[in-house]
């Protein structure tokens, strides 16, 4: 069992950036490809970026490229989702998730733990 807790959610004007962290409990953090999802209100839940075990490969949505950053701190046992220069469509509740998967995915059915998510509002 993992748990998982995001934080660093709120309000942020358009071109401006916000981190979110999501901190995971447990000893095999590090076994872990990690996502990050988002669900905005009346849409079905969507894949932002997922980051390999290692940190050495990433893989983001064609919506955030360019302007998103996935990374993580395996000695801390958190993931990272840098939003720089956020649109006002960026607008969702996100999640981190955990996939026990040996490779990245963009699929959701395969991540087996979920935060509880974290509200992001960006204002134009």
């Known amino acids: 069992q993992v748990q998982l807790v995001e934080s660093g959610g709120g309000l942020v004007q358009a071109g401006g950036s916000l981190r979110l962290s999501c901190a995971a409990s447990?000893?095999?953090?590090?076994?872990?490809?990690m996502g990050w999802f988002r669900q905005a209100p009346g849409k079905e839940r969507e894949f932002v970026a997922a980051?390999?075990?290692?940190?050495?490969?990433?893989y983001y949505a064609d919506s955030v490229k360019g302007r998103f950053a996935i990374s993580r701190d395996n000695a801390k046992n958190t993931v990272y989702l840098q939003m720089i220069s956020p649109y006002t469509e960026d607008t969702a509740v996100y999640y981190c998730?955990?996939?026990?998967?040996?490779?990245?995915?963009?699929?959701?059915?395969?991540?087996?733990?979920w935060g509880q998510g974290t509200q992001v509002t960006v204002s134009s």
């Open positions: 980051i390999s075990r290692s940190g050495g490969s990433t």
């Open positions: 447990g000893r095999t953090f590090s076994t872990y490809t």
């Open positions: 998730a955990v996939d026990p998967r040996l490779y990245i995915a963009t699929n959701a059915s395969g991540y087996a733990y």
